[in-house]
């Protein structure tokens, strides 16, 4: 029979959902760090497993009742390893994990956030789960001192009832973040173990390539060098998990016979480039427009009277800002007459 409680957080009629309650599979032995990186998650773990023996058996829980919280915060670029390592973590416990993220906690209606994030913790201790909150820059963002504003108060009551289930809590917590100087500093003393998720390096993306593909299934063409691909490409492991299904969906959509396919070096260095064509896309903003000095020198050189010399182009736009503030003045005038 299901939890009513996860059911309620799992969203209204299955619409919104707000904790995803997650099985661990995967261990450590599933992801590929660097050296540094590994001990950190070690040395995490160690704290947790010997928790016990220093808050109840040794004592320390009676002169420190508050903050026993096994609070960890990994951060990092995209695609380094941070939510498979809290899974590995959950796995490790034999535990369930709770995957939290603050654009489902966040609500519409003044005061639930709040609400919501009482409630994910509420789950935890019921389940006696591991904690996960993705985005937690999100989440544990920085008080604001401006009270003049509805949704900067809201965040503000978000981030003191996050902190004040923190310091009840007796569980694993885990913040996931790329943004970790947007933490608001209250969560510096409450966090046990930073631990930063670099990018991997040759060694480290020569493993994540190999490690992507079953071992004996997988049919790989003679051709294919992962040393080659690791070198080439400065990437993450998931840009690398990308890469690899694309390459195999390609090799796959090849003419001719199944059993005569493979993948080659070619497939996955296609795939790869167009994962990192694919992050060049979402990275555009519309706020990436050219400044006015390099738009006229554009239009300038697109008309063919060759490139300005750089004393002219400050000149030309200043000149272009003067010309449309008086344009404005002038429609200002003729609108008031």
């Not at 220093?54 to 009742?65: D, E, V």
């Not at 006696?128 to 900067?152: C, G, K, P, Q, Y």
């Not at 690899?244 to 005569?260: I, N, R, T, Y």
């Amino acid at each position: 029979m299901s939890n009513p409680l996860l059911r309620v957080l799992s969203g209204l009629g299955d619409s919104r959902r707000i904790v995803e309650a997650v099985v661990p599979q995967r261990t450590f032995e599933d992801v590929i760090l660097p050296p540094a990186t590994r001990r950190a998650l070690d040395h995490a773990l160690t704290q947790v497993t010997r928790h016990d023996l220093i808050f109840n058996r040794w004592g320390l829980r009676q002169r420190h009742p508050g903050g026993l919280a096994l609070a960890f915060n990994f951060a990092g670029p995209p695609g380094t390893g941070k939510t498979i390592c809290a899974e590995a973590i959950a796995h490790a416990l034999g535990k369930r994990l709770l995957l939290v993220r603050y654009a489902e906690v966040e609500s519409m209606w003044m005061g639930e956030t709040a609400k919501n994030i009482a409630s994910v913790f509420r789950l935890a201790r019921k389940e006696n789960a591991v904690l996960l909150f993705d985005e937690a820059d999100a989440i544990a963002s920085r008080r604001s001192t401006a009270l003049d504003h509805s949704l900067i108060r809201e965040a503000n009551a978000a981030t003191n009832v996050l902190l004040q289930e923190l310091e009840r809590y007796t569980g694993v917590v885990i913040f996931a973040t790329n943004l970790a100087a947007n933490f608001d500093p209250a969560f510096e003393r409450r966090i046990r173990t930073h631990i930063l998720f670099e990018m991997p390096g040759p060694r480290e993306r020569e493993q994540i390539w190999r490690v992507q593909l079953h071992p004996t299934m997988t049919p790989l063409a003679s051709d294919v060098n992962f040393a080659a691909l690791a070198e080439e490409f400065a990437v993450s492991g998931g840009d690398i998990r990308n890469a690899v299904l694309k390459a195999a969906m390609a090799a796959a959509a090849e003419p001719g016979s199944d059993s005569l396919k493979a993948i080659h070096q070619h497939h996955f260095e296609e795939a790869m480039r167009d994962v990192i064509a694919a992050k060049k896309v979402m990275r555009q903003s519309l706020l990436d427009v050219p400044s006015p000095a390099a738009a006229i020198e554009e239009a300038v050189t697109q008309a063919g009277y060759g490139r300005l010399p750089a004393y002219a182009l400050p000149v030309i736009a200043a000149i272009s800002v003067v010309a449309f503030m008086l344009a404005a003045v002038a429609l200002i005038f003729a609108l008031m007459r």
